[in-house]
């Protein structure tokens, strides 16, 4: 069982950064694939980038592609989203979510383990 707890969120202002984290606990996810989702008011949960447990082959969504970087530390079981140039449009509540496979798959049906999100909201 794994257990992932995201922080780093908050207020930003467009054009702001923020960086989010998930600690993970219980097993180790030093081989699981990783990957952040989030969920605008209203809307579906949308995929937002993943990272292999290789650091190799991350993916992301094209609405984030050059403003997001994902990062993983093994040794310190936490993975980082790392949010530059941020838009209005990206105020969503965050999930970190964990994957028992070698890809970095967009699809949330993939992922097995999920935290209990953390806020991010950005001011125009």
């Known amino acids: 069982q794994v257990h992932l707890v995201e922080s780093g969120g908050g207020v930003a202002q467009a054009g702001g950064s923020l960086r989010l984290s998930c600690a993970a606990s219980g097993q180790t996810i030093s081989t699981y694939t990783m990957g952040w989702f989030r969920q605008p008011p209203g809307k579906e949960r949308d995929f937002v980038a993943a990272?292999?447990?290789?650091?190799?082959?991350?993916a992301y969504a094209d609405s984030v592609q050059g403003r997001f970087t994902i990062a993983r530390d093994n040794a310190a079981e936490t993975v980082y989203l790392h949010m530059n140039s941020l838009k209005p449009e990206d105020t969503a509540i965050y999930y970190c979510?964990?994957?028992?496979?070698?890809?970095?798959?967009?699809?949330?049906?993939?992922?097995?383990?999920w935290g209990q999100g953390t806020q991010v909201t950005v001011g125009s």
């Open positions: 979510a964990a994957r028992d496979g070698l890809t970095a798959s967009t699809d949330s049906r993939q992922y097995n383990y």
């Open positions: 990272i292999p447990w290789t650091g190799n082959r991350k």
